[in-house]
């Protein structure tokens, strides 16, 4: 009965993880296919890169592949910073953006734009947005600490005012640059969030801050669903409280700091995507990391291929990703109040 | 501990190691990236393609005349007209030249200026000059007094009026329009030291306009503050064409008493326009006569990302002008969906559509022609190869101002190559 | 020879304000302490200090002779396990997964199968093994409190350690958490309970110590305790209360 059970939760277990990954599957093909050079001449031109002939460029090779592990990565850190916060802070409104981690992050990267630093360092940019985001995190971490502990009824206002702040300054900036409309320009289409025109520049933004902000957050996944039950609870059990929760913070700030740099700002993709995986997988955050890997990814290579396909070229992919995040919440908190524990109280 | 030091120092080896070897400068076997200035292209001089030697068109010149030097717009006009009846002599066709009562009006409009008595002259004004006239808000303004105190909220009435009036007359210019020093010298700017700033609202209350150029996009609570101070406002249409810029030119110019020197600098646009029309023509002419293909320009404008102006812009109506030889909006038609003023394009799609000359409006030039040039897909472009990648100011080509002439030339001068 | 916990002078402020102060104690194998005290004297305190999720001011604990602060938290923890007082997890956590969590002492991916016999015979110990696939926070009090001692249970730690385990349940299921603890202690595990109730205390508990203050004002065995000068002084009582256990018993 234990055992046909546990086979039972691996099974289900699997057969999520097998349909997302066949979903990812399909829409990096057709993400691979979609674009304006015809399949037949893009795959002439890759084989001929066997027998050097080929063109110094190819669109899949230098523009499709690349924008697609950019994409994929994105999805994923999202996913799993945003799973991540909810454990450690135990509220399941935390998210990057609600705790104002995003804002710290861009609010440095605009500073970067602002003062042209990218231009001659292009590595300026993840630096900042990683820096940005981690001072956000701890300081929020720390304003909302009282009596040696997290306040969680007051956590989420301390996230809502921090990121307040940064989001003043931030206005400020632009404020006071405001008849530079062509810097405005420049910051508005970054900050609106886009996929167009990554190359292997932004893999290597984002790529080696993402396999270190995921590989810290899949190895610590037990520590993160006993951190989900309260930090002295965790300790009870025997988690080293302090550390991992540093380490955690450094991949969370790695995870939203890879993001920003690459894509720009993507707003509710990480509150969201956690609540949906847990809707059908549960809690348990040694399933919800891997799954939430897969299904950032795979959601956010869906909304991407989808805009293309579309050719909607009104919004950005962070217009989107925040307007269907915002409805997807709403519907969530008005389907079942259960997968939204308001403070955890009765 | 120690061991945790190791971790850390992995991580950190890591991802700086990977940004180094991923970011470290490749040492280019390209030469080093000629990056045409618009200083040498203005001075090229275009090899004449018909005798005699046309009277060339110069941005200096064109800048000058825009700038407000009435003698010689009326000069330039009759050069140009003159330039097209030779180009229609040697048998070009599709020449352009303005209309036989335009060229006349120009001249009888520098007789007046510069030969009549003053007195006469102000005489012929006030009785050619409008009684009344109706903004873009609807408003009717009474022209029954000269004024003589000018408020120029907007970047274009400022620019007209720096051309048309005396800066004694002006109140205080927009701050952004300072740091266009191509445009603006600083010292002519500089005789007008207040800026159109919210918190200088009593400074400009005491400057005392009588009138202020606002636009609908102005700040509600400075147009409020402006009526209550009993100026009088005068609401300005935002300029979407060439025509609505010679439009708000002409109401200007009987709003500010000068009437004259508006209608030359109407006419002046108009002939100036057609003289560039002309030139490409004499540039592209020699192409059609041996049966070469129009070669093919694409327009760009860059901020983050690549994009194309449709024809609701100045800019798409520029491209428009430029006939065969603009690929852009053809483009933009086929992927249009709606009413963009911007159509975003990638660079795989520029790379497919391989233009022979490639122009960009952008802020950073230095740092994107960089980029382009060590781009692997960019840098195979025809026009990259061929060096006929140009940069253009971008403040000049979304001017909405008389200047916009200039941003014509600019395009027209980057196909100078085509000889 | 018996196993020892011992705590030496512990003591804790926090914010300038002293919460314990200098707590000498000892608990022995097979033996049930009592911590008595009124709201507010630091029995909580008490607890989170001895089990490592504080840290002292001053003081040490030792275990056996051996510091026991000192050790890694997987080590405390697989000596020392406490059951709070209001567990309220902010996820929907199956009952399963909540008890196998106390296996992450001795394994970090505690949830294995290999498991699940531990997690079937701690359930079952505490009458909970039909409520595994619930979701913790959809349990009573009560069933929540069980699920928590089955935890504790999962660790195999020598000292359990419970915060006011009975506190707002019915007279039933306070004795059967009572008679629970005693079949722990006869197991040879130390057990170290907090509670308000004198009488189940009097009943129950081999070992009392009565905090009032921050500070322990005595120990030892309860009637000998209870004088009515200390009732009054700590509790605000006058009379010694009747011992009211034998008017109750369990229908099995």
């Known amino acids: 009965m234990i055992s046909l059970y546990n086979t039972q939760k691996k099974r289900s277990f699997l057969k999520l993880n097998i349909i997302i990954s066949v979903l990812l599957v399909v829409c990096s093909v057709f993400t691979l296919l979609l674009g304006d050079t015809p399949w037949q001449l893009v795959w002439q031109d890759v084989l001929k890169r066997f027998d050097g002939t080929a063109l110094p460029w190819n669109p899949l090779l230098d523009e499709r592949i690349p924008r697609l592990i950019v994409i994929i990565c994105t999805g994923a850190s999202l996913a799993v910073a945003g799973a991540v916060m909810q454990a450690l802070f135990q509220n399941p409104l935390a998210s ?69 702040l940064l989001f003043a300054i931030q206005a400020a900036i632009m404020y006071a640059l405001r008849d530079r409309w062509m810097l405005i320009q420049t910051l508005t289409e970054w900050e609106a969030g886009s996929t167009v025109d990554r190359d292997w520049k932004h893999v290597h933004m984002q790529l080696p801050l993402t396999l270190v902000g995921l590989y810290g957050c899949w190895f610590y996944r037990s520590e993160i669903d006993i951190l989900a039950l309260g930090e002295e609870e965790a300790k009870n059990l025997g988690v080293e409280v302090e550390k991992v929760r540093w380490r955690l913070f450094l991949c969370v700030a790695l995870l939203i700091g890879g993001a920003i740099a690459s894509v720009g700002m993507i707003a509710f993709f990480g509150l969201v995507l ?44 962070g217009n989107i990703s925040a307007i269907l995040g915002g409805v997807a919440f709403l519907v969530l908190m008005r389907g079942s109040r259960r997968f939204l524990h308001m403070g955890g109280r009765r | 501990m120690s061991n945790i030091l190791k971790v850390y120092a992995f991580v950190a080896l890591f991802v700086i190691g990977w940004w ?135 970047y274009i009435s400022a620019s007209f009026l720096l051309a048309l009036v005396p800066t004694d007359e002006i109140v205080a210019l927009p701050r952004c329009l300072r740091e266009h020093e191509q445009l603006y010298p600083k010292d002519l700017t500089a005789q007008i030291p207040l800026d159109i700033d919210r918190y200088n609202a009593e400074k400009l209350f005491q400057a005392q306009p009588e009138i202020a150029f606002v636009a609908h996009y102005s700040h509600p609570a400075t147009i409020q503050a402006l009526l209550n101070q009993g100026v009088i406002l005068y609401t300005m249409k935002n ?11 002409l109401q200007m110019g009987h709003i500010i008493n000068r009437p004259f020197e508006a209608e030359l600098l109407k006419i002046f646009i108009d002939a100036a326009m057609l ?35 449709t024809p609701r812009t100045i800019s798409g109506q520029l491209l428009a002008r430029m006939g065969d030889l603009d690929i852009s909006l053809a483009y933009v038609e086929t992927h249009q969906q709606s009413q963009e003023w911007m159509m975003p394009i990638d660079k795989e799609q520029i790379i497919n559509l391989d233009p022979d000359y490639l122009i960009i409006a952008a802020e950073a030039t230095q740092a994107l022609n960089k980029e382009i040039r060590q781009n692997m897909g960019l840098k195979q472009l025809k026009a990259v190869r061929n060096n ?32 | 020879m018996a196993q020892k916990l011992i705590a030496s002078n512990l003591s804790y402020a926090l914010n300038k304000k002293s919460l314990l102060k200098d707590i000498s104690l000892e608990f022995e194998g097979g033996r049930l302490h009592g911590i008595l005290g009124p709201n507010g004297a630091g029995k909580s305190t008490l607890l989170k200090l001895i089990s490592g999720i504080w840290k002292p001011t001053q003081g040490s604990v030792s275990w056996n002779g051996t510091a026991l602060l000192d050790k890694e938290r997987q080590a405390i923890s697989r000596i020392i396990s406490l059951v709070p007082q209001h567990p309220q997890p902010s996820f929907d956590f199956l009952v399963e997964d909540v008890v196998a969590m106390g296996r992450y002492a001795y394994d970090r991916s505690y949830w294995n199968a290999a498991e699940a016999p531990m997690v079937h015979q701690a359930l079952t110990t505490v009458d909970a093994w039909h409520l595994r696939r619930r979701c913790v926070n959809q349990l009573s009090y009560g069933e929540r409190q069980r699920v928590y001692i089955a935890r504790a249970l999962v660790t195999e730690s020598p000292i359990l350690l419970l915060d006011e385990p009975t506190a707002s349940l019915d007279i039933q299921h306070q004795l059967e958490i ?31 110590a009565v905090l009032h203050h921050g500070q322990c004002v005595g120990n030892g065995n309860f009637n000998s305790l209870m004088t009515p000068n200390l009732l009054q002084e700590v509790f605000g009582v006058v009379e010694k209360p009747m011992t009211s256990s034998k008017n109750y018993t369990l229908s099995l």
């Open chain 1, 96 to 164: 990057p953006n609600v705790l104002g981690i995003s804002c710290g992050g861009g609010l440095l990267v605009v500073l970067v734009f602002v003062l042209e630093w990218h231009l001659e360092y292009p590595f300026a940019i993840p630096i900042a947005a990683f820096t940005g985001s981690l001072l956000t995190l701890l300081f929020v971490y720390s304003l909302s600490r009282s009596g040696g502990k997290v306040q969680l009824n007051t956590l989420i206002l301390t996230g809502i005012a921090v990121s307040s």
């Open chain 1, 274 to 317: 956690p609540h949906l995986v847990r809707y059908v997988q549960g809690p348990a955050n040694h399933h919800l990391i891997p799954l939430c890997i897969l299904v950032g990814s795979a959601s956010f290579t869906a909304m991407d291929l989808l805009l293309r396909m579309l050719e909607i070229h009104a919004l950005s992919i």
């Open chain 2, 20 to 154: 180094t070897l991923a970011f470290k400068q490749k040492s280019s076997n390209d030469p080093s990236p000629t990056l045409i200035s618009l200083a040498e292209v203005s001075n090229q001089e275009p090899k004449p393609s018909v005798a005699p030697p046309l009277i060339n068109v110069k941005r200096e010149q064109l800048k000058l005349a825009l700038a407000g030097d009435l003698a010689l717009m009326a000069q330039l006009i009759v050069e140009w007209d003159i330039n097209a009846q030779i180009l229609q002599q040697t048998g070009l066709s599709s020449v352009k030249r303005l209309p036989a009562h335009e060229l006349l009006r120009s001249q009888i409009l520098k007789r007046h200026l510069f030969t009549t008595a003053p007195d006469e002259l102000n005489i012929i004004k006030q009785n050619h000059r409008l009684k009344s006239l109706t903004d873009d808000a609807g408003n009717t303004i009474t022209l029954d007094k000269t004024f003589q105190r000018y408020l120029p909220q907007t």
């Open chain 2, 239 to 249: 300029p979407t064409s060439i025509e609505d810029i010679s439009a708000e030119l």
């Open chain 2, 275 to 309: 003289a560039l029309d002309n030139h490409l023509l004499t540039l592209t002419r020699p192409l059609i006569t041996t049966h070469t293909p129009i070669p093919q320009l694409l327009f760009l404008n860059h901020h983050q990302n690549f994009s194309i102006p």
């Open chain 2, 388 to 419: 006929h990648l140009y940069f253009v100011d971008e403040s000049i080509q979304h001017s909405p101002t008389q200047y916009i002439v200039l941003a014509y030339f600019d395009l027209i001068q980057c196909m100078a190559g085509l000889q």
């Open chain 3, 178 to 208: 009572w008679q629970l603890l005693e079949q722990f202690v006869k197991n040879g595990k130390i057990v170290i309970v907090t509670t308000h109730d004198l009488a189940i205390a009097e009943r129950y508990c081999h070992h009392v």
